[in-house]
């Protein structure tokens, strides 16, 4: 980067706008789906919606990153905000489900780009105290989008139409387009097209969206134990293990190996993969237990999650600024004792427990997580090197989106198997199951962040700067 003519102040609003539409563009649907089903006619088809946007998010994630290491970051952020732009216009103008899902796909491939670049670029214009404090503030732009989602996509639905939700992203997207585009002025040495590691990038592939595809489906659409099911799960293991040996001898690997041999790198990468595990749990079965044991109505149910949305946004902005003046493994494992804490709230909840009982678990779980994310990501772009900056980085994000996923998946499979009827007793029996697993991961999180190796000699320096 060139400090003396990149405008910080100019470069991080503009990151800021971008990383907020893609995190809005996450809750902000999901209060358009009944509008949506009705006007395009595709009830039957709504969960694509949101599947396939995960599925693509995550598949291009570590793929945007390695070449943003390749290529420059501000290239690759520009085709992905191309990309995310062109897919909301898209959607927007949907005349059909299956349009609608297509379009979605485009808009999830553009977000692949946006989150991993976005925290990269402020990687590389921030080091010291200043990164911790920049990375809080863009960490916190998902749980603010959580609040505001609901409210923003529930005014464009019942004021105007259902399609202003992806119309919105335009005039926010052209802002962030200018402001980085114009103010960001990087010295980058691209590699040549030969460095680019197609056959990685092409296992990788396959393996995620075998995988991710036997996740989505696998019990709604499919038996687990059906035919498809285990055949994409098949074809997934033997992808990965082709990734592996194809990432052993490329000259540019897609996802270095290296990255999961340093202490430093792989810790907070199974932590965020965990902690995102713990946070679908809670998002999921909290406003389920609300509704169903405590009977109270579906707004309360979804006002309950506003508080976790409240503290994690502080604590990333909190450990972000004092990281580096008490460590950041310390705050990490303060932070998972929190989201422990939480689980076992959660796991103490019976038939009889009050409003308050539900609100203190999920703000500590939120306050656990801000204090993990934060000193996570920026533990890792301090620990990599400088030309694996961006695969490190989306590497976090990917693992992040596998957890939640996983997560959904595994908490879903259990429930159904001890949920055959909507009865109160027996909906709280199977939530019950899945807060004891929150439990379990939470406990097993403390145990991981303790591994976490204290900060080198030159991380130190660096953080002084």
Not at 242 to 251: D, N
Not at 261 to 287: D, E, H, N, S
Not at 402 to 429: D, S, W
Request: aromatic fraction near 12%.
């Amino acid at each position: 980067m060139s400090p003396k003519k990149t405008n910080r102040a100019f470069v991080t609003a503009g990151l800021l706008a971008a990383l907020f539409i893609g995190a809005l563009d996450s809750t902000v649907v999901t209060t358009a789906t009944t509008s949506i089903a009705k006007d395009l006619q595709g009830l039957s088809l709504i969960s694509w919606i949101f599947s396939i946007y995960t599925l693509t998010t995550c598949v291009t994630t570590p793929i945007f990153g390695k070449l943003a290491d390749l290529f420059g970051r501000k290239s690759i952020f520009t085709i992905g905000l191309v990309l995310f732009l062109a897919g909301s216009v898209l959607c927007g103008a949907a005349q059909s489900m299956t349009e609608l899902i297509w379009f979605r796909a485009i808009q999830g491939i553009g977000a692949g780009a946006l989150t991993p670049v976005t925290f990269t670029i402020i990687g590389d214009l921030y080091t010291g105290v200043q990164r911790g404090k920049v990375q809080g503030v863009l960490s916190s732009m998902w749980s603010i989008a959580g609040l505001v989602g609901p409210f923003v996509g529930g005014y464009f639905v019942d004021a105007i139409s259902w399609r202003w939700i992806f119309y919105m992203n335009v005039p926010i997207s052209l802002l962030s387009f200018v402001l980085v585009f114009g103010f960001l002025h990087e010295r980058f040495a691209k590699a040549t097209k030969s460095s680019i590691d197609y056959l990685g990038a092409f296992t990788f592939t396959v393996c995620i969206s075998s995988l991710l595809l036997a996740l989505l489906t696998g019990g709604e659409t499919y038996a687990w134990d059906s035919g498809p099911i285990v055949a994409m799960f098949a074809v997934a293991a033997a992808f990965l293990v082709a990734f592996l040996l194809v990432e052993r001898k490329a000259r540019e690997p897609m996802m270095p190996l290296l990255l999961f041999r340093q202490k430093r790198l792989a810790i907070p990468y199974v932590l965020g993969f965990f902690g995102f595990c713990i946070v679908a749990g809670v998002t999921i079965y909290i406003p389920l237990w609300i509704q169903n044991v405590m009977e109270y109505s579906a707004t309360k149910s979804g006002l309950m999650l506003m508080p976790m949305s409240l503290t994690w946004p502080i604590s990333s902005f909190l450990s972000g600024r004092y990281m580096f003046r008490f460590g950041a493994k310390r705050f990490m494992i303060l932070g998972t004792f929190l989201v422990a804490g939480g689980a076992l709230w959660l796991y103490t909840l019976n038939m009889d427990s009050s409003y308050v009982h539900v609100i203190g678990a999920v703000m500590l779980v939120g306050f656990g997580m801000g204090c993990i994310s934060t000193p996570a990501i920026v533990t890792i772009q301090n620990s990599a090197a400088a030309g694996m900056r961006g695969v490190a980085t989306s590497t976090n994000s990917l693992m992040g989106a596998l957890g939640q996923t996983v997560g959904v998946a595994v908490f879903g499979m259990l429930f159904n198997r001890i949920v055959v009827e909507e009865a109160p007793t027996q909906m709280a029996e199977g939530m019950h199951v899945i807060f004891a697993v929150l439990l379990v991961i939470a406990a097993l999180k403390i145990g991981i962040a303790g591994l976490l190796p204290k900060a080198s000699k030159a991380e130190a320096s660096e953080a002084a700067s």
